[in-house]
């Protein structure tokens, strides 16, 4: 097992660190503190090291697309129409960062924050534990938020994810990674030509917003 560090770029006059964790397999991930960013799924291949994500090696590419590759997101992710929602009877207004929509935690959401970070090992595995509070100051959510998200990397090559988040009252929790998985045979600079097939007996339809979610 092993753990690196290197600076990846600034954001906001911050300085910005990837973290890489190494298996015994010489399987790795890199994971950087701005958004808690999955950067790297590094596996060996029959031409060497592979990444199965979409990467980059600029930092800018990361956080001026829209597309939010690779960050964490939350407190929630997707859309709230008109940054609107109702709580235990009380009406909450949040940041409106996409049109009239509130996308993906808002613009001081998970995905535009530089977390702090530590790692540990164990045995079998090693894992990057990233910590940030959030409150309505910083992001318009009700309730005092200390979060936490891990990235475990297992000996059996296994990456897990585990978000956490404590609240001093009821507030809204629905995160998720944004990982773009790459599985073209050669590294590239997009994923068009990729396909997706979803076996599924239900699914939810959007308006002309992707907001209004129905049940089909």
């Known amino acids: 097992m092993n753990v690196s560090k290197k600076q990846f770029g600034t954001f906001n006059n911050q300085p910005v660190e990837e973290i890489t964790l190494t298996n015994d397999n010489n399987v790795s991930i890199s994971v950087l503190t701005f958004a808690g960013l999955w950067r790297a799924f590094n596996v060996p291949g029959k031409n060497g090291q592979v990444n199965l994500l979409l990467n980059s090696e600029n930092l800018e590419n990361y956080t001026n697309n829209p597309f939010f590759i690779g960050r964490i997101i939350g407190r929630i992710g997707g859309r709230l129409k008109d940054g609107q929602f109702n709580l235990n009877g009380t009406d909450y207004q949040v940041d409106q960062n996409e049109g009239n929509n509130s996308l993906h935690g808002g613009s001081n959401g998970f995905a535009?924050?530089?977390?702090?970070?530590?790692?540990?090992?164990?045995?079998?595995?090693?894992?990057?534990?990233?910590?940030?509070?959030?409150?309505?100051?910083?992001?318009?959510?009700?309730?005092?938020?200390?979060?936490?998200?891990?990235?475990?990397?297992?000996?059996?090559?296994?990456?897990?994810?585990?978000?956490?988040?404590t609240t001093d009252e009821d507030t809204l929790f629905n995160p998720t990674s944004h990982a773009y998985w790459n599985l073209a045979d050669a590294q590239t600079d997009n994923i068009l030509n990729h396909t997706l097939q979803a076996n599924s007996d239900q699914h939810l339809e959007f308006d002309a917003e992707k907001?209004?979610?129905?049940?089909?």
Do not use: R
Not at 148 to 165: I, R
Not at 211 to 216: A, E, K
């Open 112 to 165: 535009n924050q530089i977390w702090d970070a530590k790692t540990s090992q164990t045995s079998d595995s090693i894992t990057l534990t990233l910590t940030k509070t959030f409150s309505p100051e910083v992001d318009k959510f009700p309730g005092k938020m200390p979060t936490t998200v891990s990235y475990t990397l297992s000996n059996d090559n296994s990456v897990t994810l585990h978000f956490e988040a």
């Open 211 to 216: 907001s209004q979610l129905v049940i089909c």
